[in-house]
């Protein structure tokens, strides 16, 4: 029985933990890859990522979404 209320504390604990990230005001996205996500031939040198995430948090969007661009140059 102990190991039975120990499973649904933990499984209780996992979807609280779950449903805190889902309403967060932001989002995070990761993007990877290569000289063209990092902003290689873009005349801002930001490549795609920037203008995604401009598109993305335009003044209408309920919620803001941040990248990290992760690309590698060369």
Known sequence: MKKIVGLFVIVLVICFAAYKF???ESEDVMAFGDS???GK???DGEGY?????DEL???DSEKKVRFGNYGIKG
Do not use: C, I
């Not at 990522?49 to 995430?53: D, N, Q, T």
């Open 49 to 53: 990522v920037e203008g995604l995430e």
């Open 57 to 59: 948090n335009n003044p």
């Open 36 to 38: 063209l996500t990092y």
């Open 22 to 24: 889902q309403a967060s």
């Open 41 to 43: 031939g873009d005349k």
